[in-house]
């Protein structure tokens, strides 16, 4: 059972406040959908929350353990970031798999095969050994959502993950993400009815 | 013939005359480079005549301090040199460069002179700071291809190490390839260089041997040491630098901190 917290968040971009005082709470079969309008820090609340931006303000913790007492590293490991757009590596998705398998924050084996989970998404097998060039958006979304879930952190902060996915893709991700501790960006309100247990909204500010 | 024909003044005009025919080319096409090519030939008319005027004193004198003081000047000109022909810079890189000029470029001619040439005394300024030159020449272009590529594919491919860094790589792991691409990159001139080498070229050094009166085959040996000892020091100088840009763009968190790359 996971147990994420983060208390009076504050994060602003040239001078323009994003957020202030934000705080958030999340368990183990919890996701929380955040909303808000283009600008307004959903992706740099993810990536902060994550350890690759800076925050301004505030504390966060995993089971009561800030980022500090769990070593940068192993906190990036444990709440992990998925871009909207996932980047165009060298080589194949195979070859990103197995240089994420040998970091050294990677103490264990991946806990699923991406590959397995990333099927009943409709990513057929071979895709993971065509070149990333070669790959459409909604297939790296895929794939890079795919090595993320089956790497078990304990908590997925998700940027509009099916955002190039079909009905029937969305779906089956939505499905496999169930269950589990999710901190989820959408601008589609279906899908926030669909996958949210609870909501945050992030105004705008001028 | 035994020494060089010496040259009078008036041959060197004779040469400088042909770039004058450059300058011609550059006004008729308006390629706009005829000052470009004035400011270039004046300089090294005045570069190359104070080296030789401060030489032959230095030679003269055979003071160790001298020596000394004269590869530190050029160390660390060389390093400035090679900082600002890298086309994006980050906070320290002087620095940087400095460190792996001397580590670099440094021990190699060191090491050349004192241990595999063995000249006596080891710091015989008549070796030590024409190698010295040769390899500091080389070694900077090494670092600043190397920094450039390196800083590039930092500040160009920063989701491509985010994504890495959010599994939890530490800022080595996540630069590695990069660092890799910077070496690469600061590696292929000399690298080209010792291909062509003989084929296509013959390097200055040997010409300078030669026409110098030396037997060309003494002359190819030592233009195969000084090229071993470039590429070595080219090889450690890009390595030092490129792994100092690498750590010096990531924070104390292990973030890649992509605002401490700047382009010139």
Redesign the interface.
């Known amino acids: 059972m996971t147990s994420f917290s983060a208390h009076g968040l504050a994060r602003s971009v040239g001078g323009r406040v994003l957020f202030e005082g934000l705080s958030l709470q999340l368990d183990t079969g919890e996701t929380l959908v955040v909303r808000g309008p283009s600008g307004s820090g959903k992706t740099l609340l993810l990536r902060g929350l994550a350890g690759l931006d800076p925050i301004g303000a505030g504390t966060m913790t995993l089971d009561g353990a800030a980022p500090e007492q769990l070593g940068w590293g192993r906190w990036r490991r444990r709440v992990l970031f998925v871009a909207q757009d996932p980047p165009v590596h060298p080589g194949t998705p195979h070859d990103w798999v197995e240089r994420v398998r040998h970091l050294k924050a990677q103490t264990s084996d991946l806990p699923t095969n991406p590959v397995m989970l990333a099927a009943q998404w409709g990513l057929a097998a071979p895709t993971w050994e065509q070149p990333w060039t070669e790959l459409s958006g909604g297939e790296r979304q895929r794939a890079a959502l795919a090595l993320a879930l089956a790497s078990d952190p304990a908590v997925l902060l998700l940027d509009e993950p099916t955002s190039a996915l079909d009905p029937e893709a969305t779906s089956a991700v939505e499905e496999s993400l169930r269950g589990r501790a999710v901190i989820w960006v959408t601008h589609d309100s279906a899908q926030a009815a669909r996958v949210g247990t609870r909501t945050l909204e992030l105004r705008a500010r001028p | 013939m035994s020494g060089p024909i010496e040259l009078a003044p008036w041959q060197i005009g004779a040469a400088a005359a042909l770039v004058l025919l450059n300058g011609g080319l550059s006004v008729w096409l308006r390629l706009g480079l005829e000052k470009t090519l004035a400011i270039a030939s004046v300089r090294s008319v005045v570069q190359l005549s104070l080296l030789g005027l401060v030489l032959e004193p230095v030679f003269a004198a055979g003071n160790p301090w001298l020596v000394g003081g004269i590869c530190i000047v050029m160390v660390v000109l060389a390093s400035r040199a090679a900082a600002k022909r890298s086309s994006r810079r980050f906070p320290g890189i002087v620095r940087s460069s400095l460190l792996a000029l001397v580590v670099g470029a440094g021990s190699t001619a060191l090491l050349g002179t004192a241990a595999i040439i063995q000249v006596d005394p080891w710091w015989e300024p008549r070796y030590l700071i024409p190698m010295l030159g040769m390899i500091l020449g080389n070694g900077l272009t090494g670092i600043s291809l190397g920094l450039d590529r390196c800083l590039q594919q930092l500040d160009e ?1 920063r ?2 190490v ?9 800022p080595w ?1 996540a630069s590695r ?1 990069v660092v890799a691409e910077g070496l690469r990159a600061g590696m292929i001139p000399i690298l080209n260089s010792m291909t062509v080498v003989g084929l296509v070229t013959i390097p200055g050094m040997m010409t300078g041997q030669i026409l110098g009166g030396t037997p060309p085959l003494q002359a190819a040996a030592y233009q195969m040491l000084i090229l071993f000892l470039i590429a070595a020091a080219t090889a450690m100088g890009a390595l030092v630098s490129v792994l100092l840009a690498a750590r010096a763009v990531f924070d104390e ?3 890649l901190r992509p605002e401490r790359i700047q382009r010139a």
């Open positions: 491919h989701a491509q985010d994504a890495i860094l959010a599994f939890g790589a530490d792991e390839p968190t292990g973030r």
